[in-house]
């Protein structure tokens, strides 16, 4: 068996476990890396990009190169090749999870709770959940399923299909980090440069095939293209900007404006805003069911270009 067929079916394993399983419940690769990576950095924090940077090439790096050790042990066998890509596949997507988080808050504003929906929406995003009515709470939850559905589902597949167990380590490690400092606190503003920087780049590819993804598979194909196009450039974020704007389109609702992160308020543009209308509680299963279907197109598209360019390198091979 190849080590392309190794990978489809590993993916395709650890994909199916996500959507059984969710994530696993105890000892979370996820939360094990991060407190390594709290660990490294109270022994590295200065002030300064240049030690920011460090951190995030010891940690990043450090999940990269156990992958590839990992993957260079199990090559020998494919039934273990195989296993290890499921089982790193299942740890770094989080499809499941976020599809709970938000229905769980969806559901308690459906029932009028909104006590309980604001109580809920610390576990999905980092909103500050007081300022925040029943519809602000629909439109933040809305905005968190767009943008983890290309961190937490496409971006992972994207680079595992590019470099394997080592590009799904790598990706999620960049993307914790940049969640852990990348933010611009004043303990963070510079020692989190690199990682904020290099999650923007790492995010690239995965963002962009989300926006054409839910652009192919939502309700409105035009209007998602409509806002991606209008809209997605004017976000502050490079990769939140296509894949809101593109689930905005998509699902005719409007989303970015006046939110707040910790105490400090933004004022962010507002997506899909001359045809979409405000967001309300029942447009967060929509944007669930939305979410799934992109992953699993994300699935079969990332395999998909993964063995077409396999076989393209080996009849090329072959012909010489």
Known sequence: MGADRRYAYGAAAGLLGDLLLGDPRRGHPVAVFGRAAAAVEGALWHDHRGWGALHTTVCAGGA???????????????????????????????????????????????????????????????????????DGIARAVVESVAENTSDAVVGALVWGAVAGVPGLLGFRAVNTLDAMVGHKSPRHRRFGWAAARLDDVAGWPGARLTAVLAAAAGPDPRGAVRAWRADAGRHPSPNAGPVEASFAGALGVRLGGTLSYGGRVEHRPVLNGDAGRAVRAGDIDRAVRLSRRVGLLALGTTVAARLLVTGVKGSKGHGK
């Open 64 to 134: 990269v190169a156990l992958g590839a050790l990992a993957a260079r042990v199990v090559r020998p066998s494919p039934a273990a090749s195989v296993a290890l890509t499921a089982a790193a596949a299942w740890s770094v997507v989080g499809g499941t999870s976020l599809a709970r988080e938000a229905r769980t808050i969806g559901r308690a504003l459906t029932a009028g709770d909104v006590e309980a929906a604001r109580a809920r929406l610390p576990h999905l995003c980092g909103r500050d959940p007081q300022a925040l009515d029943a």
